[in-house]
T-cell receptor, first 115, second 111 residues
Framework: GAGVSQSPRYKVTKRGQDVALRCDPI?????LYWYRQALGQGPEFLTY????????KSGLPNDRFSAERPEGSISTLTIQRTEQRDSAMYRC?????????????FGDGTRLSIL | AQRVTQPEKLLSVFKGAPVELKCNYS??????LFWYVQYSRQRLQLLLR??SRESIKGFTADLNKGETSFHLKKPFAQEEDSAMYYC?????????????FGKGTRLHILP
């Protein structure tokens, strides 16, 4: 595709429900990053993958959050038993190499609202 | 610990006036510094990176290791520069490094 694609663009759900956010990176890009951005804050690192391998998940706030990229392309960020504090913009980015010092290509993000 | 500080949440500048968006960082190794921009209704995108030493849309940024700063500058502001600007840091080629973003500065160009 032309760029990083994220779906859904908006997600509203009740507290306690599970949600799955999808990211389709630019074809051929090695690295895929997930960020969370609260209102008035910058993107906060959650986790990243090189190919299908999860390299760093130190930014995931707790064990309700998980991510996978089973075939080294599309990735899913899953939040179980959602809480109101999970409400944020979730951003995905990819870059063509496996190196974090390369520019990131961002998607439009998924705005998650937990009622 | 890695940290990026953007002291100004909002910066209002008249059209034609110089712009300086401040960014200070804390990093123990050799950092790679970036500026990302988000225009209204567009996605976050790279503006420039220090290693390229480019001028993009009239903006430049110089890495000052002594002051641990990477301020973004433009001599004459244009209305289309109004946007949200984020300074970001990563290690140089270290595969274990994550990318740290500042909280961002909203630049508002006044007519």
């Amino acid at each position: 595709g032309a760029g990083v694609s994220q779906s859904p663009r908006y997600k509203v759900t009740k507290r306690g429900q599970d949600v799955a956010l999808r990211c389709d990176p630019i074809s051929g890009h090695v690295s895929l990053y997930w960020y969370r951005q609260a209102l008035g804050q910058g993107p906060e690192f959650l986790t990243y993958f090189n190919y299908e391998a999860q390299q760093d998940k130190s930014g995931l706030p707790n064990d309700r959050f998980s991510a996978e990229r089973p075939e080294g392309s599309i990735s899913t960020l899953t939040i179980q038993r959602t809480e109101q504090r999970d409400s944020a913009m979730y951003r995905c980015a990819s870059n063509p190499t496996g190196s974090s010092n390369q520019p990131q290509h961002f998607g439009d993000g998924t705005r998650l609202s937990i009622l | 610990a890695q940290r990026v500080t953007q002291p100004e949440k909002l910066l209002s500048v008249f059209k034609g006036a110089p712009v300086e968006l401040k960014c200070n960082y804390s990093y123990s190794g050799s950092p790679e510094l970036f500026w990302y921009v988000q225009y209204s209704r567009q996605r976050l995108q790279l503006l420039l990176r220090h290693i390229s030493r480019e001028s993009i849309k009239g903006f430049t940024a110089d890495l000052n290791k002594g002051e641990t700063s990477f301020h973004l500058k433009k001599p004459f502001a244009q209305e289309e520069d109004s946007a949200m600007y984020y300074c970001a840091l990563s290690g140089q080629g270290d595969r274990d490094d994550k990318i740290i973003f500042g909280k961002g500065t909203r630049l508002h160009i006044l007519p």
